[in-house]
Structure formats: structure tokens, C-alpha cells
């Protein structure tokens, strides 16, 4: 329009919008192009062969093909979100599932690589996978944000992890098996009982503190604190009742922590 000489502003953008959108429109929601629009890429009207060739479809049903090259998968709690390109870098796939139908799916469709964010369950999902025959690449999430094109949901998550795959420095995470999983599960429950004991050894500390007695730090010295609290004839009969209860906690938060070791045998002989 500059070029034309026309003055561009917001109130010619208006007017040509109304004068020539509903033709572009139009021929925008056809399926095929016809003959009397303009190639992609300003190609003369006689490659309209090379343009139909190269026209973008998108399988409603789904199905892939052996052309296809990499999916990206989205995995929120109940509905999965796809996008897969084939070959020629163009989408062929960007579908919406239940658990269920992912899983059909999958099993059914010739063996391809599949980019899922290393997130909750990731790995049972990339296990799974594995077993239909496709090749699983866990990308940590913050990995694959600088590739997402728009705003955050299930669709842009999906292909950027399939951008993201692509990417020939980018980095994985590798596939734990159920025992790698067992041992992490074991190493965070174990971090759990040891902030639960810091946090009521604190809270006893704080509380005896009120009634003017007090120990030394480290874990070693507060059974000493607990029996002065005991003997100590100043503290009311509630408090030391009270007392008592969290001594009580304290000792099976102890014991739930040694018991660990006893998980650790069981690991180390799987």
C-alpha cells in the first residue's frame, strides 16, 4: 500500500478489510486452493500443481503414517494432547485424547519418536511406550519453553516439545525403570521424616523454652531436655502431658527413619 502511494492507518487498514476480508476469508476456508489464488510463497499461477502438493492437511482421524518422523505429547492428568510432523517438517497430527484412547492409539501405530516433558508420570509413560516398539525422549520442561509459539496450554506444550526434540543440542532425560522410581521414592521418604523430626524438635525446643529450659543444638541433646522437662516439677501437669505426647511422636518419627534401612536391603537386592 505504500508503495501504491496510499496513506497507511488504522482508519485505511478498516476500510480494506471491510472492502477485500470476506473474499480472503472465503478462500481461506476452502479445503483445496483453486486455480485463481496466489501460490504460497508468490509462485506464479501455473505451479498451482506444486501448490497443491504442498498444501498443509491434517488427519481428523488421527492415523500416522510412515512418513511421520516425531510426536510431541502433552501429558496432563486425563486428556493427552498430540502433534506430530512428518518428514517434510509439516504437521500432520494434532489430535486431543482420553488416557485410554493415547494408549490404543500407540499400541496400534508404527514405531516413531515420541518427546513427552519430564513431569509426573513421565516415566511410566515413556516405560509404556517403550514396550509398543517407539523410541521415548524426556525433555525437562523448562527446556522446552523457549519453543512454545503462544499461550501456555495443552496444544503449545505439545509442539513445543516437538520442536524441542528436534533441537541437535538439546538435552534428555533418561527413562527410569520401576526400581530407579522405588529408590527415589524411598530417598524423598526418607528426606520427609527427617524435616518432620527437625520441625517437632524445633517446636519441643520453642515450647520448653517458654518454661526456662533450654539445650544445646544437634539432634543428640534434646532427649536430655526432654528429661529435665520430665522431673521438672515447675511445669504444670498439662504441659508436661503435652510433652509426653510430642516425646511420643518424636520417637516414631525416629523410628520410621532408622526403618529405612531396612527398605534399603530390599532395593539393593532388586
Not at 480494506?16 to 504460497?40: E, H, T, V
Not at 482421524?61 to 518428514?87: C, W, Y
Not at 516439677?233 to 511420643?248: C, G, M
Request: glycine share 8%; with cysteine.
Amino acid at each position: 500500500m505504500l508503495e501504491r502511494g496510499i496513506v497507511v492507518s488504522y482508519e485505511t487498514i478498516r476500510r480494506w478489510c471491510r472492502k477485500f476480508g470476506a473474499a480472503y476469508a472465503k478462500q481461506l476456508r476452502r479445503k483445496k486452493p483453486s486455480r485463481k489464488d496466489i501460490c504460497w510463497g508468490g509462485r506464479p499461477q501455473n505451479g498451482i500443481e506444486m501448490c497443491q502438493s504442498e498444501l498443509l492437511t491434517i488427519s481428523n482421524e488421527g492415523a500416522v503414517r510412515g512418513s511421520d518422523i516425531r510426536i510431541g505429547m502433552d501429558t496432563p492428568k486425563h486428556v493427552f494432547q498430540l502433534h506430530g510432523v512428518n518428514a517434510a517438517e509439516r504437521p500432520i497430527l494434532r489430535k486431543k485424547m482420553r488416557r485410554k484412547e493415547m494408549v490404543d492409539f500407540f499400541a496400534t501405530c508404527p514405531p516413531t519418536v515420541i518427546a513427552i516433558g519430564a513431569c509426573a508420570a513421565s516415566h511410566h509413560w515413556a516405560r509404556l511406550l517403550t514396550r509398543f516398539g517407539h523410541e521415548v525422549k524426556l525433555i525437562a520442561p523448562q527446556l522446552a519453553k523457549p519453543y512454545v509459539k503462544r499461550g501456555k496450554n495443552d496444544a503449545a506444550d505439545a509442539e513445543a516439545l516437538c520442536e524441542a526434540m528436534s533441537r541437535p543440542t538439546m538435552r534428555f532425560v533418561p527413562v527410569k525403570s520401576a526400581d530407579q522410581q522405588a529408590a527415589l521414592m524411598l530417598v524423598g521418604m526418607r528426606e520427609r521424616a527427617v524435616a518432620a523430626q527437625t520441625q517437632l524438635a524445633n517446636t519441643i525446643r520453642g515450647y520448653a523454652a517458654e518454661f526456662g529450659l533450654t539445650a544445646a543444638k544437634d539432634m543428640f541433646h534434646l532427649p536430655l531436655l526432654l528429661e529435665r522437662i520430665m522431673i521438672d516439677k515447675s511445669i504444670p501437669a498439662v504441659a508436661r502431658e503435652l510433652f509426653a505426647s510430642l516425646v511420643e511422636e518424636f520417637a516414631q518419627l525416629g523410628e520410621r527413619e532408622r526403618g529405612g534401612g531396612k527398605t534399603d536391603g530390599l532395593v539393593s537386592q532388586q
